[in-house]
């Protein structure tokens, strides 16, 4: 089982023919309210880029409104389990808005509603389904101190703990002692790397002695770059695809890169799986709309 501990988002996409500057009004394209959130996003990945049979379950919040109730079915309809995922009574559920222009570039603002109510109480109550699973997943979307709880947990517990470090921010450096998978992008990279380089082996080698066993560096068109403790160091280049929108795409990668692990496949053929499937999304518009199946992704 993977279990993923974040956030849950409705979307609220525009399309603009480029972003507006400070002050300025543009007339935006097309409207759209899409399902979202990283730990959402990720978890639809997950689902439908596993092999059949694998289960996937969220432990989350969302707010007692429509967006909630919408967010829950779009999540069970992806097949995922939402018996912990709790509905906030008079809260908001969280809404990331998204402008998205002609270069397929986005700019994204988030209000976090239920998801700041994402508590240790609720990891607590989660017990069991961690002790289910063999992957737990994670992202910075929810409170600090509830990722640092479910971590400590997961990984009292001899899980396979991944975290995607994302929105950036700086993080306790024994945080990483803890951390099977750091999956993240060369900003997040540098950031908790303390090292203003674009020099992404060199990156990766100071989350390596900060304790991150497995680092993944997710750098878009330019491709990823994996740095192992049993596989070794490589750079993969991205498949070459007429990019529509590339919001999820990261998400995309991380649902197929786990996958692939949970099947048994080697680590940088589980790169190369999540690649695929990231290459087919940003072919998309919107997040979980444009996350393919594991049967679009060729194997």
Do not use: W
């Amino acid at each position: 089982m993977i279990v993923i501990i974040g956030s849950i988002n409705m979307d609220l996409v525009l399309r603009v023919p480029r972003m507006p500057l400070p002050g300025e009004t543009l007339a935006g394209e097309k409207f759209m309210t899409i399902p979202g959130g990283k730990g959402a996003n990720q978890a639809v990945a997950c689902a439908r880029l596993s092999a059949p049979g694998t289960p996937v379950a969220m432990v989350a919040c969302v707010g007692g409104d429509a967006f909630g109730r919408q967010m829950r079915a779009s999540i069970v309809a992806s097949g995922i389990d939402d018996s912990f995922i709790d509905s906030i009574d008079g809260e908001a559920t969280g809404i990331a808005s998204i402008m998205v222009d002609q270069q397929a570039q986005n700019s994204i603002v988030i209000a976090a509603g239920a998801n700041g109510r994402l508590d240790i109480e609720h990891i607590e109550r989660a017990r069991s389904l961690i002790a289910s699973a063999s992957i737990v997943l994670l992202q910075l979307e929810v409170p600090i101190p509830t990722v640092l709880h479910a971590v400590d947990v997961a990984h009292g517990m001899g899980k396979t703990v991944v975290l995607n470090p994302a929105p950036a921010q700086p993080l306790p450096k024994e945080l990483l002692q803890k951390i099977d998978y750091l999956i993240l992008n060369e900003i997040e990279a540098a950031m908790l790397a303390e090292e203003a380089s674009e020099d992404i082996p060199l990156l990766a080698r100071k989350l390596h002695a900060l304790g991150a066993r497995n680092v993944v560096v997710t750098l878009g068109e330019k491709g990823v770059y994996g740095s192992f403790e049993k596989a070794g160091q490589r750079h993969q280049d991205a498949k070459k695809v007429k990019a529509l929108d590339t919001t999820a795409a990261g998400d995309t990668f991380i649902g197929g890169f786990l996958a692939a692990l949970v099947q048994g496949r080697d680590e940088f053929d589980a790169i190369a799986y999540g690649q695929a499937a990231a290459a087919l999304s940003v072919t998309r518009a919107g997040a979980q709309t444009s996350i393919p199946t594991r049967d679009e992704v060729a194997p």
